[in-house]
């Protein structure tokens, strides 16, 4: 397993400090502890690179997003830490996708994940393109067996459902899930109607993928998103989240690989994953798609950064028991 995973640099993890021992004045890179995942033995939130751009190569987009796990760490070791001294945060290392052997990187990515999962720990996937998702899938569904149904949460302008008969990219993977997998289900937010042929859309239907618009999850719109969100919750046994950050308004975030001047703004994202990711049901999350070669002074990176940390936070710091529903 140690094989898989190339070890963090600690110089990636550095900041301000205010104070040595004071914890209410630490911030991320003061409690993250850079370990292999054998050696881990307590509940916590377990961060994991995937350095792959080969899905976005294929499905022809712009190249950059294997740099995005490294920046969003160093933004992430910037923002103070506000859990308890019992939460605690590892980093383990990072995938690394080599030449053009993305099939290969997506099974190892899907090994470790698993490995976590069943050390009931929570996998934070710093990718990479968005065929990050496809091996974050693949760890998840191993974990939770064949019979369990998974609902699959994507926040996304594109449902990446295109055809993979010749080959696989970041534009496939749900579509390789859902035709491989009668046991998961998926429902994006954020589809823009423009980002979209219309075959996709009707690939969408025909597959009964569940969506909402990108015009209809503006302020004053979040309570119905949020009703459809928790319907969908509690359809499913078990729930992955994925965030692929071209769903954000490109004057936020400009540098992801296909920006889009009808995104998201920031704060709708930062509630929906908040919402998702307070659901014991939720396994694991995933951020996708940000390119520091092009980003604005550090914009995207550092919104990327501010929104795990979100994830982060949630899931540590208070979730709904979903046993009962």
């Given at each position: 397993?140690?094989?898989?995973?190339?070890?963090?640099?600690?110089?990636?993890?550095?900041?301000?400090?205010?104070?040595?021992?004071?914890?209410?004045?630490?911030?991320?890179?003061?409690?993250?502890?850079?370990?292999?995942?054998?050696?881990?033995?307590?509940?916590?939130?377990?961060?994991?690179?995937?350095?792959?751009?080969?899905?976005?190569?294929?499905?022809?987009?712009?190249?950059?997003?294997?740099?995005?796990?490294?920046?969003?760490?160093?933004?992430?070791?910037?923002?103070?830490?506000?859990?308890?001294?019992?939460?605690?945060?590892?980093?383990?290392?990072?995938?690394e996708c080599i030449g053009n052997g993305l099939e290969k990187a997506q099974q190892?990515?899907?090994?470790?994940?698993?490995?976590?999962?069943?050390?009931?720990?929570?996998?934070?996937?710093?990718?990479?393109?968005?065929?990050?998702?496809?091996?974050?899938?693949?760890?998840?569904?191993?974990?939770?067996?064949?019979?369990?149904?998974?609902?699959?949460?994507?926040?996304?302008?594109?449902?990446?459902?295109?055809?993979?008969?010749?080959?696989?990219?970041?534009?496939?993977?749900?579509?390789?899930?859902?035709?491989?997998?009668?046991?998961?289900?998926?429902?994006?937010?954020?589809?823009?109607?423009?980002?979209?042929?219309?075959?996709?859309?009707?690939?969408?239907?025909?597959?009964?993928?569940?969506?909402?618009?990108?015009?209809?999850?503006?302020?004053?719109?979040?309570?119905?998103?949020?009703?459809?969100?928790?319907?969908?919750?509690?359809?499913?046994?078990?729930?992955?989240?994925?965030?692929?950050?071209d769903v954000l308004n490109a004057a936020f975030a400009p540098g992801v690989s296909?920006?889009?001047?009808?995104?998201?703004?920031?704060?709708?994202?930062?509630?929906?994953?908040?919402?998702?990711?307070?659901?014991?049901?939720?396994?694991?999350?995933?951020?996708?798609?940000?390119?520091?070669?092009?980003?604005?002074?550090?914009?995207?990176?550092?919104?990327?950064?501010?929104?795990?940390?979100?994830?982060?936070?949630?899931?540590?710091?208070?979730?709904?028991?979903?046993?009962?529903?």
């Amino acid at each position: 397993m140690n094989g898989l995973l190339k070890k963090v640099n600690e110089d990636i993890w550095l900041g301000r400090t205010d104070h040595l021992e004071n914890r209410t004045s630490f911030r991320y890179h003061q409690i993250v502890e850079l370990e292999q995942i054998e050696k881990l033995e307590y509940e916590t939130c377990v961060i994991i690179g995937f350095e792959s751009e080969e899905g976005v190569r294929r499905n022809k987009g712009q190249l950059g997003a294997a740099k995005a796990p490294n920046a969003l760490r160093s933004e992430l070791a910037k923002l103070p830490w506000k859990l308890s001294k019992e939460k605690r945060l590892a980093d383990i290392g990072t995938i690394e996708c080599i030449g053009n052997g993305l099939e290969k990187a997506q099974q190892q990515l899907g090994e470790v994940v698993n490995k976590v999962l069943n050390k009931k720990m929570i996998p934070i996937i710093l990718g990479g393109g968005h065929e990050t998702a496809y091996g974050h899938y693949l760890g998840v569904r191993n974990h939770i067996g064949e019979e369990a149904k998974l609902g699959i949460i994507n926040i996304d302008a594109h449902f990446d459902l295109r055809p993979y008969d010749e080959q696989t990219s970041s534009g496939t993977m749900f579509r390789q899930i859902l035709e491989q997998d009668k046991n998961s289900n998926y429902f994006v937010l954020g589809i823009q109607r423009y980002g979209n042929t219309q075959e996709l859309f009707d690939k969408a239907d025909e597959l009964d993928v569940t969506y909402i618009y990108e015009e209809e999850m503006h302020h004053g719109q979040f309570e119905q998103v949020n009703t459809a969100l928790e319907k969908f919750i509690q359809k499913h046994d078990y729930i992955m989240l994925t965030l692929c950050t071209d769903v954000l308004n490109a004057a936020f975030a400009p540098g992801v690989s296909a920006p889009s001047p009808f995104g998201l703004d920031p704060t709708i994202v930062r509630a929906i994953i908040k919402t998702v990711t307070s659901h014991e049901k939720v396994l694991s999350f995933d951020i996708s798609e940000v390119n520091p070669i092009m980003d604005e002074n550090n914009r995207t990176v550092k919104l990327g950064a501010y929104l795990t940390n979100e994830a982060i936070t949630t899931f540590l710091g208070g979730r709904k028991n979903d046993t009962s529903s």
